[in-house]
């Protein structure tokens, strides 16, 4: 199970009601495309032009952890000419934003199984890697072949064949062993398009995240889109499956019974 980089360094959101990691779902991007009757391929194109003004606007408002689902286990099942297109799409991109992604800073880190990767996708995205390993303002981790069931399935094994008794796993040691090591758990999951599912994207990790879910398409989404979501998520109240003081002092008045006489 090759793992990304390290984090080099958490750089945290610039006011504590922000959250400190944000996975997307980048969905929309064929529905995009049909409306305007474009081959999918113009969509995901589309799609990949999203990308920046969504980092910067993230920037802008102060949150430095993004996490984009790209590419899944189970993308493999679509056409070949659309799949040969994404790859050959990604590998641009590498090529296009790495400079500016270095010099502003950003770490670029990429999760999933590479292993069904070509050969020179993956010598990109390593050296997009190293070149990137040191930077500290921002974490940019893109999700290419990844899967969530795969990932922990995958760690698991790799405890195992470590000589780790499985017996006494935990769950810091097995979130430890996973593609995001080093890094906090997402606090909002965005996902565009108005699917109301995950799609297997980071399972174990999106335990407590925020769901946000919003009907615009991916290629649509921006600024705007981006602070409503901010907007929304700052004004839930989360209590990780606790109660808050003055609700369990009003459950019990409510259960209380006066002994009779």
Known sequence: MLRPPAPAAIPLPARPDLPRHIGIIMDGNGRWARQRHLPRVAGHRAGVRTIRPVMEACDQAGVHILTLYAFSTENWSRPRTEVSALMQLFGETID????????????IRVLGDRSRLSGRLRDKVAGAEARTAHNTDAILNVAINYGGRGEIVAAVRELAAAGFDLSQLDEETLSRALYTSGLPDPDLIIRTAGEMRISNFLLWQAAYAELYVTDTLWPDFGENALNDALYAY?????????????????????????PAG
């Open 96 to 107: 296009r934003e790495v400079d500016e992604l270095d010099q502003n800073g950003v770490q």
């Open 234 to 258: 700052s004004a839930r109240e989360r209590r990780f499956g606790a109660v808050r003081e003055r609700q369990s002092a009003q459950l019990i008045d409510f259960l209380h019974v006066t």
